[in-house]
């Protein structure tokens, strides 16, 4: 009996996500016709009826969506085979694929990845950097191993590490009210103008959690897709905003004349640390490298 195989499973799969051929194509790096005929193939193999095809859009068979998720679990599975068997057994020989929010990337990584050249040489990390949804859509498709992402972060069937906590720090003109406010509490900044990050960056959601705030209790002037963007804003005396004390330590406000200032209390900060799927074979290596990070940053 002839049995389906990888290639057309990722073909349906790429159908199933994009809802549309050409776009699935493309994401999986082959021609229209390329991946039409393996779904067609796919669909003699099981001899059934998997999608359904009109010339508007293309949507899957009841049939088809269970083939769908079952597709779905295997290819996690063989990705995490080839991971596993990519490092043979050995912590940080291999291959990583790990996702990063955009908040973290730029003021982790560099030190990161310098240590890891200069330790473990043969050791291949891959990074795509992105939002916590995407990144953890992305691992629970297979598509990434680990995830370092602030926490916590809704997702099923993962496992997280806690790494270190990053403060959230006051940014503000220093002919600002606040800029001389002695002791800073989180409550100060109600009714105040905060700068903050568009919806779906989950450093928002942490920082108003964090200084137990509503947004209700704050204008919102401005939303930006960047930290960089939100710093040179209040800079030019639109608002205040939150600054994750990593970005501080990295020089984010280095180059304005913006006053940058602790808050009083304790806990007003977010948890970093890593995901990954629960049945990941590679759960040792991958706290080895929470180890790893967590010592990179005491440096």
């Not at 776009?23 to 790096?29: E, P, R």
């Not at 304790?266 to 967590?294: C, D, S, Y």
Request: aromatic share 6%; net charge negative.
């Amino acid at each position: 009996m002839r049995q389906p195989t990888l290639k057309q499973l990722r073909y349906l799969c790429a159908v199933a996500e994009h809802q549309h051929f050409g776009q699935a194509a493309a994401a999986c790096h082959v021609s229209q016709s390329t991946l039409s005929a393996g779904v067609l193939e796919l669909e003699e193999t099981l001899g059934a009826s998997l999608v359904e095809r009109n010339n508007r859009r293309v949507f899957l068979t009841s049939l088809g969506s269970e083939v769908v998720e079952r597709a779905r679990d295997l290819l996690v599975g063989v990705e995490d085979m080839v991971s596993l068997c990519a490092g043979q057994g050995v912590p940080f020989q291999g291959r990583m694929r790990m996702g990063v929010i955009p908040t973290v990337a730029p003021y982790l990584l560099p030190g990161l990845l310098g240590r890891i050249r200069s330790q473990y040489p043969e050791f291949k990390l891959f990074i795509r950097e992105d939002l916590s949804q995407p990144l953890v859509d992305a691992l629970l498709a297979g598509e990434l191993d680990v995830l370092l992402l602030a926490l916590p972060f809704p997702a099923e069937q993962v496992e997280t590490m806690p790494l270190f906590e990053d403060d959230f720090l006051l940014a503000c003109p220093p002919d600002h009210p606040l800029a001389s406010r002695t002791p800073l509490r989180s409550g100060d900044l109600k009714g105040e103008s905060l700068l903050l990050l568009e919806e779906g960056h989950c450093l928002r959601d942490h920082a108003l959690e964090a200084c137990k705030l509503r947004d209700s209790q704050i204008t919102v002037p401005y939303q930006a897709t960047s930290l960089a963007t939100i710093v040179q804003m209040v800079a030019n005396g639109i608002g205040v905003t939150l600054l994750p004390g990593m970005a501080v330590e990295a020089g984010i406000a280095s180059n304005t004349p913006l006053a940058v200032k602790s808050f009083d209390q304790v806990n007003i900060t977010r948890q970093i640390g890593l995901m990954w799927r629960k049945k990941t074979p590679r759960r040792v290596e991958f706290r080895q490298l929470g180890e790893l990070i967590a010592a990179s940053i005491e440096e």
